[in-house]
């Protein structure tokens, strides 16, 4: 079993010096970006540069970071975007303008708390081998105030799934769920050049997780190192949904959400069929076929008008293992049976 990923931040001090690199993106963030930046200023290991991609914003932002820039003792770069990119290609943007051996993810509006990029630099010096590392992240109201519950919680990434991901398996579970966010991840910076570019139908964590996880073992930080800040204008949230919301939300996913993820990992098994011989496993192409085979079977589910053919393929497919292999719980069976 590998190492936990928090044992001792003193890993890092008495490994070769690595140089990190924090990827922010900002859009019209002025709101909460003052208190992230303090919070990266912070930092028991501070990076050594800050790569500021903005997409166009129309408020306070740039200048925020203009001054943030004038008085910290780590190199920052302002990237400003003569059009915008979105949230997707601008991460592609700062990652790919980073200069660092560890790369983090930054979104705008959280708060890191002071050991998070030593703690994540620790894992890798624990293992060398890995490719990415990610945290949990307590969930918090737009005024920091905890909502009882952190992203693991929400997600139901439990201690069953953290072991099998700790003993090697996390590719298999990246497979039934999202299970990253942006914020809590650092990933090196050699596997740039197989998650570059990032699909346009991706989210930049995702993408980078599943192809990661395909070439290199993933490492964990079993506690929260981010407050996730949960307001209006966020992209992504981290609710923990009630069984009337779990209702409401089967009700609202149709043939568009499930045709999006079965094109996703169609990019996701073209990309890494470009470079085999990388791949820690020959047996994750097969197991991505079967992934996609089972997004195409639920697809096909969601557009039948027929009940009782609906049935019957869904049917099929728990028999033939596909929510068990590709699904996170039996939810989904449910919603494809009934819903």
Known sequence: MRPDAHSSAAAALSAPSRRISVALCTYNGARFLDAQLESILAQTRQPDELVACDDGSTDETVPILERFRQRTPFAVRIERNPSTLGSTKNFEKAIGLCTGDLIATSDQDDIWLPEKLALCEAAFSADPTLGLVFSDAEVVDEELRPLGHTMWDAIHFGKAYRRRVRSGGSFEILLRQWLVTGATMMFRADLRSLVLPIPPIWIHDGWIATISGALSPVGLVERSLVKYRQHAAQQIG???????????????????QYRLAYEQFILARDRLQTFTERLRSQAFLPMLDGKVRH????????ECKSRVRRVLWTLGELFRGGYTRYSPNTRHFIKDMFL
């Open 295 to 302: 997004q195409r079977r639920r697809l096909d589910i969601s």
């Open 238 to 256: 981290g609710k923990k949904l009630t069984l009337r919301e779990l209702y409401k939300k089967a009700r609202e996913i149709g043939p568009p």
